[in-house]
Structures are given as structure tokens and as C-alpha cells.
């Protein structure tokens, strides 16, 4: 269950929740923001198209804004993003900002991950970050590779 704030401008926050809300306040934003989710949980929209605000310092929107660069089924290491916004020595800096980030799956920090490759700590739980990146995963992998007609794999390219 996904529960959405917004304004009459931007969407606010977007998070996992437990049960569902009572409250159901509708607007234009609000709306797009769930046909643009419905398009991404059906696997016809791989980014989003919608403006967003959230509070949060210089390095915060920095790190925010970075994660949307991930691109749809790939991750990157903390110590990457770290690099990615000029100062190395930050990845906790940056795993905070993730940690702070207002706006899951628009705002993608479900795909930063350990320098090992491991699931570190998400704000939406562990198990939604697992799915999430499987979920992701498997409508990138059938675009990886091309079948020849004795069945052998061969490399191909991602399309968008």
C-alpha cells in the first residue's frame, strides 16, 4: 500500500504504509502521480514526469537528484553516488540523504545498494527494497540478451 501527499503544484511524499489511510483527497497532481504508478507497476513507464518537492539541505537535494539519474533495474553503490556528487568520503552522507528521501520509487533510493552489492537499509523496509529491485530486474533482463534459434544467448543491447 502506497500512500501519496501533494500540493496543488508538486507531489510531497510518496511512502509505504502499513494500513490504508482513511482520508482520500484527490487532486490533479495526485492523480497523475497514480496514473504514472500504475504505468511504472505495469511496466510501461521506466522514469517519471512529475514535479516534485521536498525539503532537505543542499546535499540532501543533491543526492535526491542524483537517484533519478539511476536508470528503470540498475543500482549503484553508496561510494558511487558518493563520487557522482564530487566528494568521495561522504557515503554515509549519502546513505542519510537516501534515509531522508520523502519520495519513494519516483525518487529511486531503493536502488542504492552496498559497494558489495548487499541491500543496506531502506525507509520503506528491506523486503519492499528486495521486491522493488527484482520487480525492476526482471523487465530488464529479457532486453539484455537476444535468442538465437538453437537457444544460445547472445549479448544485446538495453532499449528504453
Known amino acids: 500500500m502506497l500512500v501519496i501527499t501533494a500540493n496543488e503544484k508538486a507531489i510531497t511524499g510518496l511512502h509505504f504504509a502499513e494500513n490504508k489511510?482513511?482520508?482520500e483527497k484527490k487532486n490533479e497532481v495526485i492523480n497523475d502521480c497514480l496514473q504514472q504508478l500504475t504505468e511504472y507497476f505495469n511496466r510501461e513507464r521506466f522514469s517519471f514526469k512529475l514535479r516534485?518537492?521536498?525539503e532537505g539541505t543542499e546535499l540532501q537535494q543533491r543526492v535526491w537528484n542524483e537517484l533519478q539519474k539511476i536508470?528503470?533495474?540498475?543500482t549503484?553503490?553508496?561510494l558511487t553516488m558518493a563520487r557522482k556528487i564530487k566528494n568521495r568520503t561522504l557515503s554515509r552522507a549519502v546513505g542519510n540523504a537516501s534515509g531522508k528521501n520523502?519520495?519513494?520509487?519516483i525518487v529511486p533510493c531503493h536502488r542504492?545498494?552496498?559497494s558489495n552489492g548487499s541491500l543496506t537499509g531502506y525507509s520503506g523496509g528491506i523486503e519492499n527494497k528486495k521486491w522493488l529491485l527484482e520487480f525492476e530486474k526482471e523487465a530488464v533482463e529479457p532486453k539484455l540478451f537476444k535468442f538465437k534459434e538453437n537457444g544460445k544467448k547472445s549479448g544485446g543491447k538495453r532499449s528504453k
Open 21 to 23: 489511510e482513511e482520508k
Open 52 to 54: 516534485l518537492q521536498q
Open 71 to 74: 536508470p528503470y533495474g540498475m
Open 76 to 78: 549503484m553503490s553508496y
Open 102 to 105: 520523502n519520495i519513494a520509487i
Open 112 to 114: 542504492l545498494v552496498g
